[in-house]
């Protein structure tokens, strides 16, 4: 799902994009993370979430996602607005690439950062959406 955010601002004074936990988002947000300088040709992710529920925005620059729910279906967003927001909901695999140079890519967070959450086998991941 891709959320477009409210921007206010125009040409003259420049574009401010607020979030707000639980209204803009599906969630109430308790982490803040992004990622920047991806070297070209590099794909990240590779894993899907038992429980997290996270929202993508490209704030600089641009980047595609892959989501795969494991039944055959697949998506590909790109991000290339910072008001754009792709929600990658629990048990979807997600990579992303094709990060252009000023990309930073923010993801907002449904919980901490917690390891026993991922899912970083596709093999285990298609068997787990299977059961
Ligand atoms: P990694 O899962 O490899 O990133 P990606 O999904 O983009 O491929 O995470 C990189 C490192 O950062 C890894 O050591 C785990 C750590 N990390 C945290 O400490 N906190 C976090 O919130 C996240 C997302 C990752």
């Known amino acids: 799902m891709i959320i477009n955010f409210n921007s206010k601002g125009d040409n003259n004074r420049g574009f401010l994009t607020a979030i707000e936990s639980a209204k803009d988002?599906?969630?109430e947000i308790k982490r803040v993370y992004y990622i920047n300088k991806i070297p070209v040709g590099i794909r990240r992710g590779f894993h899907a979430h038992h429980q997290l529920v996270q929202c993508l925005i490209a704030i600089s620059g641009s980047c595609k996602i892959l989501m795969d729910y494991g039944n055959e279906d697949k998506q590909i967003f790109e991000l290339n607005a910072p008001f754009l927001g792709l929600?990658?909901?629990?048990?979807?695999?997600?990579?992303?690439?094709?990060?252009?140079?000023?990309?930073?890519?923010?993801?907002?967070?449904?919980?901490?950062?917690?390891?026993?959450?991922?899912?970083?086998?596709?093999?285990?991941?298609?068997?787990?959406?299977?059961?």
Request: proline content about 2%; charged content about 30%.
């Open 87 to 131: 929600i990658i909901n629990k048990m979807v695999w997600h990579e992303m690439y094709d990060f252009s140079d000023d990309c930073v890519l923010l993801a907002l967070a449904s919980d901490y950062y917690n390891e026993g959450d991922y899912i970083r086998s596709y093999d285990k991941f298609i068997e787990i959406v299977k059961k």
């Open 25 to 27: 988002l599906p969630f």
